[in-house]
Each structure stands twice: as structure tokens, then as C-alpha cells.
């Protein structure tokens, strides 16, 4: 027989509501990772295998991002990439970038565009942000295949740290969920937060590390400046990629500042999602 | 108040102790600037109020518990704490085994999605596994009778098909505990139907049904136990015919009724809404039965904009069987409602039998999904003896409550 539904307490050992809470209930999440898969799988449905444009734009967008960073960077200002051509050398950033901003901007909405079901059924809601954080590899692949054409062409050669590539991914990602939570939960009670979400974006490509190298704000910058450059944490990473990608230097010690804010965007993130966690369906 | 024993032979299914829940009043959304800026001031009173004021109760397993009172006594809130949607201000809720609940058919349905990927998404979703989905699919998929369109994405349906693969999801369920909002399904009499009917079956295998209504009949015909709530507080629990009668006899005291533009007790956006609600018979000062019978409907609305309506008004005998509807829908045309409008219904011939009754009005945008205003027990009123058969004889069956228009032939 199938039990189902919703939450399933045992018979001799009540689900209780809403005493002793934590956010982390693994085996609650682990129980519900069906549903996280559906959502993922309904974004990219929606998103990509339903309209002949969602693909096409999928592969627009990069491309037409990294030929404008060229043009403004590597042509216009002639930012200095080494022995990499400047193409190159941004679409890595682009890479870790695109996903970064896809993460935070449908992770940040997914609590309001949910509404309907947060109103009507139980189940874990840190599961809805969560799950954009799949359909934004879709993103990162298609990047990644302009990356491996354009390194063929211009025939640059692969980093051995490339072994160390998945351990900037997976940074990338608990970055842009972290901080893709925080806005989820933001957004529920102050509406505003979903405009200033695409505009912050769009500032973050400058002040992050796409198309010229970190080592620019440290050369160009007081000390005190750049730290706060580095409190980006989007700046380590795309320094992380690079290195382990083309095997530029190794990212300096200020990128230990982002690895420092990145954890604490994180932690800010789930404890805040966690304080509105039972109250979000009195407000959407 | 009469509170039920909990033998203690019997396991409990859901123990509720000292429920509160408290809503501020106003706005539950700001901007930025209005919550920095408070920071540097004192802080405000906030108005509040308490929808559930210390609920304690128990449900024993296989019991069908019916929960009864007016709008905003405080059934919707409790049900959304027990579904787990939202979390009371104090107190715990135990439950032991499976829930689900009808509140939720069709929660997640995309319109992009087809039929066969809407049902597993929506089953994932009411908490179903990929495997259960898949062994119950075919039983579902015929249920739900749209075999034809499964591959053709929902936003083609038509709203009754759409409702139906809705359905079909949430009744092959099988929780331990059901929970059933009757209140919440305005105006579908199909889909009330089905609720019933899959109620029916999950208290036959013996699991526990918790059943909000304001059909008093369906109340006493479904469960064998009734809480009453009123302003947020439990104000009687007992036998359904105990509670329910009690009940009844509560609301015939309070027979001086509030103008419906005045009632606070009405759900829906409120873009346009019920400001009056007038019974007559032109030929009459009295309501007989075979006599016409005009309810005309008074609207406003603080826009000056038209609104495309679906409006209807429900005829309920005093216990809440529902007897019948007047609608703008019987034409399949909607009408459109601005500040000022009003509708008239016109029934040539009554053929209700003398007695008391009340009407619900609705108004609903578009469909009846998107609820502009609904006030139930808008308006009470009692039917008198007439001729409803033959102009000569008055004949009255004391225990009818419709009179059908009808010719018999002998062989």
C-alpha cells in the first residue's frame, strides 16, 4: 500500500508542530528530495524544452556578454590578460558569473512566484530556492562549451589544476544559494529587495572580477579598498576558476576575505530563512 | 462546555494543546525605508488579534470530526496549522500519522506542463513518490477521464477538465488523516460532491477525517463528533447532533440581522463588492411558494472600473442543505459589475415548500476561482403557504422542501 502524503508522523511517534524546530532536518529534506527534483525539472521544462527561444537564448546570452566584455575590455581598454587571450580569459569568468546571477535572481524571487502553493500545502520551503540551484548549470554548461571552442581555436592549453575545478564549483554554488536564500526570505516581507536584486546584479559584473584580473584592484586601489573589494566573494571564485582553468596565479591572500564573507553570507542566509520559516505563508 | 472523554483505549490521531495564533492587522509587507526608518523610533503599537485563542482538543484515531462556526471563528486558521502551512503564535499540535488535505487540489499545476507531467508534479508535490505516482498512473489517468489531451499542456483545458485531473491526483492519496475544507470550494457542486464522496471513503477504512463545513446536514450526516468554534476559541464539542442543533438554535437567537454592506465576516479581494441583498415578491408582501420570487443584488466598488462577473447567489435551507443556485452562469456569460450595479434574479413560479431559509451571495472575477466578494447567510427568509399545485385547493406537505411542477398519467 502507498502511504503518501504530506508528512508522515509514525503512529507511535508524532510529527509535533513547531516545537523544537530546526532548519536542518535531514531526514525531512531527504524525504521531500523527490519534489526538490520536480521543481528543478519543471524549471528547465518550462524554461528551455518548450520554446525553441529558451534555447536559443540560452546560448545568446553568454555569447553576446563575452563579446561585449572583449570589445570593452580587451579592445577598448586593453586590459593586459598575459599569455591568454582576453576572450578567454573573460569567458572564464563569465562561466562562474552567469550562474552566480541566474542563482541569485531566480533563487531570490522563488518564495513570491511560489505563492500559491506556500499558501495551501506543507512541505519544506527552503526546498524552492534550493532547487533553481540545478537549472543554473544549464546555463554554466552552455558557457562552458563557448570556453572549451574558444581554448580549441585560440589553443590554449587545460591547467592541471583542473582536478581543482569541482571544489570552485561547488564554493560557487553554496555562495549563490546562500545569498539566493537570504533574498528569498528578504522579499517576503520587504517587496523592494526584488528590485534592487537585478540592479545589484548588473553592478556586480563590474566590481567582480570577469574581464580584467583581481590583481587590478589591488594594484589600483588603497589596501583598505580592497578588501572590500575582495568582500565580494564572487572575486575569489572567479580568481579560483581561472587558476584552476588556465592556471593563472594562484588566487592571493585576499581572497581568504572572500572565502571569510562567502561563509558568512551563507550562515546569514539560513538562519534568517529559518526565523521566517513557519511565518512565510501569513505573508505571501 | 462539553468536552469528550478520551478513552483511554483508543489512540489519539491529532492532539491539539493550547493553540494560539495571532495576526497583525494592516499591511504584513514594508519597504526598506519604513522598517529603517523605525528603527530610530519607538516602536508603535501594533494592532493585532488573536483568529485562535487557546484551542485544545483531541482527535482519536478513525474518528470524523466535523468543524463548525461562522467566517472568521477561526476553522480556516486552525486547518492551516494542522496541514502545517502556517505556525501558531503558542502551543503544539501532535499528530500522529500521514495528513492530507482537499485544500490543496491542483497546487502546483503549470500551465506550460501537460496533463501526464502536471499529475507527477503535483503528486511529488502532495508529497508522493515517483514510484507510487507511476503504479497508481493508470488509475488516475482514468478517473480523471482526459486521457485524450494527457500530452497537451493544461493551459488548453477547459476549467471543469482542468479541475477533474486535479482531483484525480488528490483522491488517490491515501493519508491516515484527511482534512476537508468544504468552505473553501465555493460554488463547485461537483467538486463538493467528490469531497464527500472521498471523505466517505477514508473514514470507511477507518482513518480520521477532520471536516469543516457550513452544510449542517452533511455535518450531522458524515461525522459522529463536532467542534464548535467562535472567536477563536472552542465553544462546544460533543456529539455532531448535540453540537449542531445547539448550533442552529444559537443562530435563530441573533435573528436581527446585520446589513450586508456592514458584515466584517466575508471573504475575497473586495474589488467589488455585495452592499445589498433584496428578497420580494411583486405581488406580494409575503415570499409564497408558487409564487414569483425576485432577489435583486446591490453592488459596490471603490473603482470605477468594470469588472467581468461571475455572480451567483445560493439558496440554503436553515440547517445549510443547499437547495439551489441563481446564477449568471446558466447562460455562460459574464456580467459586468461596476460601482452602483444591480442584478436581479427572477423565479416566475417559487418552488420551495414553506419553511425557513437563507441565501449565500457571491461574486467571483472571471471564474469562480478569483473570489471578488462572498457573505453567506446574507439574507434569511421564511415561505409561506400558497397555491403552489392548483389555483383551487391549497394543498401543503409539511415535510417538503421543493416542489416539483409535475403531470401523472394513469394506464
Known amino acids: 500500500m502507498g502511504t503518501s502524503p504530506i508528512f508522515v508522523g509514525m503512529r507511535d511517534k508524532p510529527v509535533v508542530i513547531w516545537k523544537n524546530r530546526r532548519l536542518w532536518e535531514f531526514s525531512e529534506l531527504r524525504k521531500y528530495r523527490e519534489l526538490f527534483w520536480m521543481l528543478a525539472w519543471r524549471d528547465f521544462k518550462v524554461r528551455y524544452a518548450q520554446t525553441f527561444i529558451g534555447v536559443l537564448w540560452g546560448v545568446i546570452q553568454p555569447v553576446l556578454t563575452i563579446i561585449i566584455l572583449y570589445v570593452v575590455f580587451g579592445r577598448f581598454a586593453q586590459v593586459d590578460t598575459g599569455d591568454i587571450p582576453h576572450i578567454v580569459y573573460s569567458t572564464v569568468g563569465v562561466m562562474a558569473w552567469t550562474y552566480f546571477a541566474f542563482v541569485l535572481s531566480n533563487a531570490g524571487n522563488s518564495i513570491i512566484s511560489a505563492q500559491a502553493m506556500i499558501r495551501k500545502i506543507y512541505f519544506p520551503r527552503i526546498i524552492i530556492p ?5 537549472v543554473g548549470f544549464i546555463d554554466m554548461a552552455i558557457t562552458s562549451a563557448i570556453l572549451v571552442v574558444l581554448m580549441f581555436v585560440f589553443e590554449v592549453p587545460v591547467s592541471s589544476n583542473i582536478l581543482f575545478l569541482p571544489l570552485f564549483i561547488i564554493f560557487n554554488v553554496l555562495v549563490s544559494l546562500g545569498l539566493g536564500i537570504l533574498i528569498s526570505a528578504l522579499t517576503i516581507r520587504y517587496r523592494d529587495v526584488q528590485y534592487v536584486v537585478p540592479f545589484a546584479i548588473q553592478l556586480g559584473l ?9 590583481e587590478f584592484a589591488i594594484t589600483h586601489l588603497p589596501s583598505w579598498a ?3 573589494y575582495f568582500m565580494n566573494p564572487m572575486a575569489g571564485i572567479v580568481e579560483g576558476y581561472r587558476w584552476a582553468v588556465l592556471g593563472t596565479p594562484m588566487p592571493g591572500e585576499l581572497a581568504w576575505v572572500s572565502v571569510i564573507s562567502a561563509v558568512v553570507l551563507i550562515v546569514v542566509g539560513l538562519t534568517y530563512f529559518q526565523k521566517v520559516d513557519g511565518k512565510i505563508a501569513d505573508h505571501v | 462546555m ?3 472523554q478520551i478513552m483511554s483505549d483508543r489512540s489519539p490521531a491529532i492532539e491539539i494543546s493550547g493553540i494560539s495564533k495571532e495576526y497583525t492587522l494592516g499591511r504584513s509587507t514594508a519597504s526598506l525605508r519604513e522598517s529603517i526608518s523605525s528603527l530610530f523610533r519607538k516602536k508603535e503599537k501594533v494592532d493585532s488579534f488573536l483568529a485562535l485563542n487557546g484551542i485544545d482538543f483531541s482527535v482519536d484515531r478513525g474518528e470524523r470530526i466535523g468543524i463548525i462556526g461562522k467566517n472568521g471563528a477561526g476553522k480556516s486558521t486552525l486547518l492551516k496549522i494542522l496541514s502545517r502551512i502556517t505556525q501558531p503564535t503558542e502551543g503544539e499540535v501532535k499528530i500522529y500519522g500521514s495528513v492530507a488535505s482537499l485544500l490543496e487540489v491542483g ?3 503549470h500551465p506550460e506542463l501537460t496533463g501526464r507531467e502536471n499529475i507527477f508534479l503535483n503528486g511529488s508535490i502532495l508529497g508522493m513518490t515517483r514510484k507510487e505516482i507511476q503504479a497508481k498512473l493508470d ?4 478517473f480523471s477521464g482526459v486521457e485524450k489531451f494527457l500530452d497537451t499542456p493544461v493551459k488548453r483545458y477547459s476549467s471543469g477538465m482542468y479541475a477533474r485531473l486535479a482531483f484525480s491526483v488528490a483522491a488517490h492519496l491515501e493519508p491516515e488523516i484527511l482534512i476537508v475544507d468544504e468552505v473553501l470550494s465555493v460554488g463547485d457542486a461537483e467538486f463538493q460532491r467528490k469531497c464527500l464522496g472521498k471523505m466517505d471513503s477514508v473514514a470507511k477504512a477507518g482513518r480520521t477525517v477532520l471536516f469543516v463545513s457550513h452544510n449542517l446536514d452533511a455535518v450531522r450526516k458524515m461525522c459522529d463528533r463536532c ?4 472567536a477563536g476559541k472552542v465553544r ?8 449542531v442543533n445547539a448550533y442552529l438554535s444559537d443562530i435563530e437567537l441573533r435573528s436581527e440581522e446585520v446589513h450586508p454592506s456592514e458584515r466584517m465576516d466575508r471573504n475575497g479581494t473586495g474589488d467589488v463588492r455585495i452592499h445589498d441583498v433584496k428578497i420580494s415578491n411583486p405581488d406580494s408582501d409575503l415570499i409564497e411558494s408558487g409564487r414569483p420570487f425576485e432577489v435583486s443584488v446591490e453592488y459596490q466598488s471603490a473603482s470605477a472600473d468594470t469588472f467581468h462577473c461571475l455572480a451567483a447567489v445560493g439558496v440554503y435551507k436553515e440547517d445549510g442543505t443547499r437547495i439551489g443556485t441563481l446564477s449568471t452562469r446558466f447562460k455562460d456569460e459574464l456580467v459586468e459589475l461596476r460601482n452602483g450595479s444591480k442584478l436581479t434574479f427572477k423565479v416566475e413560479r417559487l418552488p420551495l415548500a414553506p419553511g425557513k431559509y437563507y441565501l449565500n451571495s457571491f461574486i467571483g472575477h472571471r471564474t469562480e476561482q478569483e473570489v471578488l466578494d462572498f457573505v453567506e447567510r446574507v439574507r434569511s427568509f421564511e415561505v409561506h403557504a400558497s397555491r403552489f399545485f392548483s389555483e383551487s385547493d391549497e394543498i401543503y406537505y409539511p415535510y417538503d422542501t421543493v416542489y416539483f411542477d409535475h403531470k401523472f398519467s394513469l394506464e
Open chain 1, 130 to 134: 534550493l532547487s533553481k540551484a540545478v
Open chain 1, 206 to 214: 563590474y566590481i567582480t572580477p570577469t574581464a580584467y584580473p583581481a
Open chain 1, 226 to 228: 580592497s578588501v572590500l
Open chain 2, 2 to 4: 462539553v468536552k469528550s
Open chain 2, 107 to 109: 497546487t502546483g499545476f
Open chain 2, 139 to 142: 488509475e488516475i489517468i482514468t
Open chain 2, 227 to 230: 467542534v464548535w468554534l467562535e
Open chain 2, 236 to 243: 462546544m464539542d460533543g456529539s455532531a447532533e448535540e453540537v
